[in-house]
Nanobody
């Protein structure tokens, strides 16, 4: 049974930083593309970042490019998202997600595994 468990969310002031982590179990982690998505209140879930199985392929949403960094440690079955220069509009529940393929996509319907989410709140 695949489990994805996020951690690291919290309340931070604008301009601050957070590091989100996602612990994965029940899959051959290095074979799975992984991604981060977020959902703000009253809005649809949106793509944030994605990474290929070996970390060689990375995609970012334009809204976070240059501020967020996705990475993975396959030896630890862990996915990370470093959030820098946070803005109030980054406030959302952030979800870790996994695919049954090596190369990532940016469409949430193409992800089959999901974590429960972690809240990130950025105050102005």
């Amino acid at each position: 049974q695949v489990q994805l468990v996020e951690s690291g969310g919290g309340l931070v002031q604008a301009g601050g930083s957070l590091r989100l982590s996602c612990a994965a179990s029940g899959l051959t982690f290095s074979r799975n593309a992984m991604g981060w998505f977020r959902q703000a209140p009253g809005k649809e879930r949106e793509f944030v970042a994605a990474i290929s199985g070996n970390g060689g392929g990375i995609y970012y949403a334009d809204s976070v490019k240059g501020r967020f960094t996705i990475s993975r440690d396959n030896a630890k079955n862990a996915l990370y998202l470093q959030l820098n220069s946070l803005k109030p509009e980054d406030t959302a529940v952030y979800y870790c997600a996994g695919q049954n393929q090596y190369w990532p996509t940016t469409t949430d319907s193409e992800y089959v595994y999901w974590g429960q989410g972690t809240q990130v709140t950025v105050s102005s």
